[in-house]
């Protein structure tokens, strides 16, 4: 069979999808990652992947633009006489499914990772493209033949919205990580660590960490709360890279690479996003390494949390709520443990790239071939 990728970016592809196209090229079949080029595409070779490059501008809304676009994806797939198309995120998903059709690919799968930003405010802006996002999804899940999706309310809302057909969708727990690398370290210290990884914006969280954070060292003098992750510049609800600096309650590191190793060094992780999240990686990640985890109670992240289980769920814009239950972990190392264990159990069960894979052969009709 042969198989088409597409994406926006080739470092989504490269990032989320490798292992799925991976596998499928260990079977023998035709994989082709389609997505402008950029710093990554030339290593798909490396696997046995064929790098399809085409044109897209990500931020336009311009018609003229967008039209340019599904023309660019439609020249580049045609050729290919692709079996099964599979899109990520919104422009692909949408621009892609149409190309799809019109070069005549038996079947268009769409991954819809979460509905984002636009869901999150209300302003006459973000209704006007939510509008437009639902009027369009409407007539894209109408012309592909699954959907995807990383969580269980997203699809409940398009359904009670009457968007989608609910025997087109399809859950799966995120796009998988490899528990044998994201497994729990030894410490090197003995120091309390409170760690946060997020994209420094404020429907993150960020601010309700940092109001915990003073809270709780003013209890806990020896605790150490840091924050790793960079504004993201041009998004209206980033938080500046000196207004971050200035916070005497947390330890700023900014963006950094070696993720592994801060979670291997932390004893808690806290994501309290009121962000309408896919299945957020950083969290999954955190469970792989064997942390509590302290989330809220919004879309994506209770996915990650069985409440008193492997960690504590909290109301989202809640910064005492979210103070008293890192507390509660603070107070007893015991409970630590007990939900990191527990959170390791559930990584590995639940977010094992292996099982992500299974799952999207599944999708396809391919079986697992060990």
């Given at each position: 069979?042969?198989?088409?990728?597409?994406?926006?970016?080739?470092?989504?592809?490269?990032?989320?999808?490798?292992?799925?196209?991976?596998?499928?090229?260990?079977?023998?079949?035709?994989?082709?990652?389609?997505?402008?080029?950029?710093?990554?595409?030339?290593?798909?070779?490396?696997?046995?992947?064929?790098?399809?490059?085409?044109?897209?501008?990500?931020?336009?809304?311009?018609?003229?633009?967008?039209?340019?676009?599904?023309?660019?994806?439609?020249?580049?797939?045609?050729?290919?006489?692709?079996?099964?198309?599979?899109?990520?995120?919104?422009?692909?998903?949408?621009y892609g499914t149409i190309a799809g059709r019109l070069a005549k690919v038996p079947r268009i799968i769409n991954l819809v990772e979460g509905l984002g930003s636009f869901y999150l405010e209300n302003d006459f802006k973000s209704r006007a493209i939510r509008t437009l996002i639902e009027l369009l999804y409407t007539r894209i899940f109408k012309l592909s033949d699954t959907v995807m999706f990383v969580n269980q309310d997203d699809p409940t809302y398009l359904i009670s919205k009457k968007i989608i057909n609910p025997e087109k969708i399809f859950i799966i727990k995120g796009v998988g990580i490899d528990t044998n690398e994201w497994k729990p370290l030894p410490k090197e210290n003995e120091w309390i660590r409170v760690t946060m990884i997020a994209r420094a914006l404020k429907h993150k969280g960020v601010l309700e960490f940092i109001e915990a954070a003073k809270i709780l060292t003013k209890k806990f003098p020896k605790v150490t709360f840091q924050y790793v992750g960079s504004p993201d510049e041009g998004n209206p609800f980033s938080v500046t890279e000196a207004f971050m600096?200035?916070?005497?309650?947390?330890?700023?590191?900014?963006?950094?690479?070696?993720?592994?190793?801060?979670?291997?060094?932390?004893?808690i992780f806290v994501l309290p996003s009121f962000y309408r999240e896919g299945l957020p990686r950083t969290s999954m990640e955190a469970a792989s390494m064997g942390l509590p985890i302290v989330t809220t109670d919004v879309v994506g992240c209770r996915e990650t949390v069985d409440n008193g289980v492997n960690g504590l769920i909290v109301p989202p814009k809640d910064s005492l709520a979210l103070a008293e239950a890192i507390e509660h972990l603070l107070k007893d190392e015991n409970l630590r443990k007990k939900m990191g264990k527990e959170s390791r159990l559930k990584a590995v069960r639940e977010f094992d790239i292996v099982t992500i894979v299974e799952k999207h052969l599944e999708v396809y009709g391919l079986q697992h071939v060990r």
């Open positions: 069979m042969t198989f088409g990728f597409l994406s926006h970016l080739d470092y989504n592809l490269w990032l989320f999808r490798l292992p799925v196209m991976q596998e499928l090229v260990r079977q023998g079949h035709m994989v082709y990652a389609i997505c402008p080029s950029g710093e990554i595409s030339e290593s798909f070779s490396k696997h046995g992947i064929t790098h399809i490059p085409y044109e897209i501008e990500r931020s336009s809304l311009n018609p003229v633009q967008e039209i340019r676009a599904i023309r660019n994806i439609y020249k580049a797939i045609t050729p290919l006489k692709l079996d099964i198309l599979h899109t990520f995120t919104a422009k692909p998903n949408i600096q200035e916070q005497s309650s947390i330890h700023y590191f900014g963006h950094q690479t070696n993720i592994r190793h801060i979670l291997s060094q932390s004893d």
